[in-house]
């Protein structure tokens, strides 16, 4: 309840934060108290079932990531070492991606005649895939296991792309869903 008012009136870029309230909450409790990981904690979405739709609430997510992760980049360094390291690789890397995938999977091989470091990039991109569906399959027992290697070779074709979007776009506070 403390923060209640401030998370109600957020705003970012001169514009209301109208979405990624979970993020969001989560900020404003990280400044003065410990969030806590629960692995039998259960949490629901709902997915849209149209592919365009799918891929509108993936920006809106993105765009909410952005600017929560921002704001969480100002006070983790605060935190314990190794957690603001973590946290400040998680930052770095969805933003510099698209530019590492265009390097090595175009740049290289035209102006290089390179064409090792592509398929070194997709290959270990399969395997990152792969051990994702193992820890579903080994520990969750899950059946659908083998969608993790799927979503890994989805978002690196589809959902990658839309970070510079999402950042170009921040203060585009649409649902786009709805």
């Known amino acids: 309840m403390e923060v209640l008012d401030q998370w109600l009136g957020q705003h970012f870029l001169g514009?209301?934060?109208?979405?990624?309230?979970?993020?969001?909450?989560?900020?404003?409790?990280?400044?003065?108290?410990?969030?806590?990981?629960?692995?039998?904690?259960?949490?629901?979405?709902?997915?849209?079932?149209?592919?365009?739709?799918?891929?509108?609430?993936?920006?809106?997510?993105?765009?909410?990531?952005f600017r929560e992760t921002l704001i969480a980049a100002t006070f983790m360094w605060k935190k314990p070492p190794l957690a603001a390291i973590a946290f400040y690789a998680q930052l770095l890397f969805p933003i510099i991606a698209p530019l590492l995938i265009l390097r090595i999977c175009l740049w290289l091989p035209v102006a290089n005649g390179d064409f090792v470091s592509p398929a070194v990039y997709l290959l270990g991109t399969v395997l990152i895939g792969l051990m994702f569906s193992a820890y579903y399959l080994f520990w969750k027992s899950g059946r659908y296991w083998i969608y993790g290697l799927y979503f890994t070779l989805y978002y690196l074709i589809f959902l990658v792309w839309q970070m510079p979007y999402a950042i170009a776009t921040q203060r585009d506070n649409r649902w786009g869903t709805r």
């Open 15 to 65: 514009v209301q934060a109208t979405f990624g309230d979970d993020r969001s909450l989560t900020n404003y409790l990280l400044r003065k108290y410990r969030v806590i990981y629960s692995a039998d904690a259960i949490a629901t979405t709902i997915v849209p079932e149209r592919h365009k739709q799918f891929l509108k609430q993936q920006l809106r997510w993105k765009k909410s990531w």
